[in-house]
């Protein structure tokens, strides 16, 4: 016997709204992640394009695979606790404060030791895009945070805040991308592309901040320990970088990568004993809430695997 196929009308309407946004989130980032390129390939040329690319891949590889674990797994969490604001908070600053653990140390290497990494990685003759992957780094730590507040609303029902926030994107993007990239010429279009996701990064935490009752304290609570683990960073291989180790071989370059995550762990364990954080509470819940504790397991396995 044939089924019958019935339309639920209401649900259909429900998804049209949800999926607008979605659909013209994804059209706004196609144009953003065009224009930069274009501008770049009229003013200097194709060869620079080529190595701006290169860049961008090698600055934001980490950051990227972060974003795609923390939507794939917050998403459907936030989505199940509509309607519970605190347990909405509780959950986002163990997700921000896992995601910053992992971004701003990742940022921090990248900028200190991105001579070496390009130059052992790729190649002396890409030596000249060191500055842009510096820039491009902090840039991809905006984006990282700016990715995980999006999720979170989209969770709680306010997809547009995604497409608001593309569209102030691409807004100052535009309007600075050209004589940035005429004053400074390649790394002038990675400033650019930072800008342009500081100023996302304001806009969804201007509304994640209404939607859960947080403000801009919470958050910087939440990143603390990953910046402070990552200013240990920066003590230690700053001077080691400059007083020993001559040259640029590659054993040099493994020793300051050695240096600088023995320096992370040193510096969280600092801030762990001065501040009584204990980042095994990360996985835990105060209000016992199960959707919640998947939230954080999840995000933190997928991150492990990832």
């Known amino acids: ?45 194709v060869a620079t394009l080529g190595l701006y690319q290169m860049a961008y891949n090698l600055s934001n590889q980490t950051s990227s695979e972060l974003q795609n674990v923390v939507a794939r797994s917050s998403f459907p969490a936030f989505a199940q606790l509509q309607g519970r604001r605190e347990a909405v908070k509780e959950g986002y600053i163990k997700v921000v404060q896992i995601s910053s653990l992992i971004a701003v140390p990742a940022a921090t290497g990248t900028v200190l030791l991105a001579d070496g990494l390009t130059r052992h990685v790729l190649g002396e003759q890409w030596l000249p895009i060191v500055s842009t992957v510096q820039i491009l780094a902090i840039m991809a730590v905006l984006l990282a945070t700016s990715r995980s507040v999006s999720s979170l609303l989209a969770g709680l029902g306010r997809p547009d805040v995604s497409t608001k926030e593309v569209a102030l994107r691409a807004v100052v993007l535009a309007a600075v991308i050209y004589p940035f990239v005429q004053w400074w010429g390649m790394p002038g279009a990675a400033i650019a592309v930072a800008v342009s996701a500081a100023a996302s990064v304001a806009l969804v935490c201007f509304f994640a901040f209404r939607a859960i009752g947080s403000n801009i304290w919470e958050l910087l609570k939440a990143l603390a320990p990953a910046v402070a683990g990552s200013l240990a960073i920066v003590a230690a291989v700053i001077p080691t970088g400059e007083l020993a180790l001559e040259g640029e071989s590659l054993a040099r370059f493994l020793a300051l990568v050695v240096i600088g995550a023995a320096a992370y762990v040193t510096g969280l364990a600092i801030w762990a004993a001065f501040f009584r954080w204990d980042p095994r509470e990360l996985l835990k819940l105060k209000t016992g809430d199960a959707g919640l504790a998947g939230l954080s397991s999840v995000a933190v396995g997928e991150t492990g695997t990832a």
Not at 6 to 32: C, P
């Open 1 to 45: 016997m044939p089924h019958k196929i019935t339309v639920e009308f209401r649900q259909a309407r429900e998804l049209f709204r949800f999926g607008r946004w979605v659909t013209a989130t994804q059209l706004a980032l196609f144009l953003i992640h065009q224009l930069d390129r274009a501008v770049i390939s009229k003013l200097l040329g």
